[in-house]
Nanobody
Framework: QVQLVESGGGSVQAGGSLRLSCAAS????????MGWFRQAPGKEREGVAA???????GVADSVQARFTISKDHAKNTLYLQVNTLKPEDTATYYCAAGTVCYYRENRVRLESRFFGYWGQGTQVTVDS
């Protein structure tokens, strides 16, 4: 069993930055693959970024130049540094974990069906 608790969301002006955190507890073998997803009102959940235990990542093209994913293995905590925020980044951001990552072209795949554990989400609101 795994528990994921996100923090770090908030309201910022366009162009601002936030650092989202996800503290994982429980069975560490179930957090080999960790990622961030987001869901805006009226839209489907989309994958933002993911990382495996070897540091290999997958990042959505729409945010690749602005978002950075990282993981502190000692703390079993996942981070998402989000820079140059835009109003279209407004969404609830969810942390997710899985026992294995899947890859395409050497990048971690960002499909929610590969992740079995989910946090409650943290809200990010970007004002124009």
């Amino acid at each position: 069993q795994v528990q994921l608790v996100e923090s770090g969301g908030g309201s910022v002006q366009a162009g601002g930055s936030l650092r989202l955190s996800c503290a994982a507890s429980g069975d560490s073998s179930s957090t080999v693959c960790m990622g961030w997803f987001r869901q805006a009102p009226g839209k489907e959940r989309e994958g933002v970024a993911a990382v495996d235990n070897n540091g290999r990542t997958g990042v959505a093209d729409s945010v690749q130049a602005r978002f950075t994913i990282s993981k502190d293995h000692a703390k079993n905590t996942l981070y998402l540094q989000v820079n140059t925020l835009k109003p279209e980044d407004t969404a609830t951001y969810y942390c997710a974990a899985g026992t294995v990552c899947y890859y395409r072209e050497n990048r971690v795949r960002l499909e929610s069906r590969f992740f079995g554990y989910w946090g409650q989400g943290t809200q990010v609101t970007v004002d124009s």
